[in-house]
């Protein structure tokens, strides 16, 4: 609630993103973010990408902890670029991680409930009516518990289909 309500504040016509616009000479594309029929899916989508950045970098920083520093020597020995030590020795042993982070910002954009009804409530219009917003509108307001009900069980259906082959990827490339 208090993330929203700091995002509600943050991108407002008078909030603090559109004060370093002005600061930089961009006043004149300041908007009310949120208020903004095209604006407001990406506005709230930036919120969410804030609420999960804190837990993928923990996880990548500590997953980098396990790589043996003896493999980028090497790789500096062969002649590697650090896009080369990246691609070929940091991303491979991070796999596990970035499935992890992969697979819990998938769902957490697919089922996102929280955030959007907190700062928009599937507003202005349907802009940023996601599955979950129309699933608690559907089932709450218009008392459509069934179709509420179909609803959920299609988006549980979607992101299955989504993380099964995010998982398989991550595990198989380990084998």
């Keep these: 609630m208090l993330l929203a309500s700091f995002g509600g504040w943050l991108l407002s016509l008078s ?12 006043g004149a594309i300041t908007r009310a973010w949120l208020g903004d029929f095209n604006w407001a899916l990406p506005a709230v989508g930036l919120v969410g990408i804030w609420v999960l950045l804190g837990f993928c970098t923990v996880l990548l920083l500590t ?31 991070l796999r596990y991680e970035i499935g992890v982070c992969l697979t819990v910002t998938v769902i957490a954009a697919l089922a996102a409930f929280d955030i959007v009804y907190v700062s928009t409530a599937g507003g202005p219009g349907n802009a940023t009516s996601v599955p979950g917003i129309q699933i608690y509108i559907l089932a709450f307001t218009q008392r459509s518990i069934g179709l509420a009900s179909a609803l959920a069980v299609m988006l549980m259906i979607l992101v299955a289909v989504t993380i099964i082959p995010l998982q398989w990827l991550s595990k198989e490339s380990n084998r």
């Excluded at 909030?15 to 961009?26: C, D, Y």
């Design 63 to 93: 997953g980098m902890t396990k790589v043996d520093p003896a493999l980028y020597e090497a790789a500096r020995i062969d002649g590697a670029s650090w896009f080369t030590e990246f691609i070929a020795v940091t991303v491979p042993l």
């Design 15 to 26: 909030g603090l993103f559109n004060q370093i616009l002005k600061i930089l000479g961009l």
